[in-house]
Nanobody
Framework: QVHLVESGGGSAQPGGSLRLSCAASEFDLNYHVVVWFRQAPGKEREGVACISSPDGTTDYADSVKGRFTISRDIAKNTAYLQMNSLKPEDAVYYC???????????????????WGRGTQVAVSS
């Protein structure tokens, strides 16, 4: 059974940094797209970053471009989201992937078979 487990969330101050991880089991993230989403209370889920396979091409939402970096560690079968220059927010971050997708085209609008349970991120002063 495929499992995605996010970690690294927590509290931070505006301008600070957090690094989220998405570890996979029973599924090779290196051969499929990995997407990070976030959802704040009362708001729609937003796709924030995507990394394609196999070339690792990335794409970002305008709201995080220049501040967030998505990456993957092949050996650890783990994807990451480095978040810098954080802005105030309260959201749950999820990673997602799907055996049908390798590229990031329309990543925020697609449905994914596999999701993690999320990790909470709270940025406030």
């Amino acid at each position: 059974q495929v499992h995605l487990v996010e970690s690294g969330g927590g509290s931070a101050q505006p301008g600070g940094s957090l690094r989220l991880s998405c570890a996979a089991s029973e599924f090779d993230l290196n051969y499929h797209v990995v997407v990070w989403f976030r959802q704040a209370p009362g708001k729609e889920r937003e796709g924030v970053a995507c990394i394609s396979s196999p070339d690792g091409t990335t794409d970002y939402a305008d709201s995080v471009k220049g501040r967030f970096t998505i990456s993957r560690d092949i050996a650890k079968n783990t994807a990451y989201l480095q978040m810098n220059s954080l802005k105030p927010e309260d959201a749950v971050y999820y990673c997602a992937t799907d055996p049908a997708f390798r590229l990031c085209a329309a990543y925020s609008r697609r449905s994914y078979d596999y999701w993690g349970r999320g990790t909470q991120v709270a940025v406030s002063s």
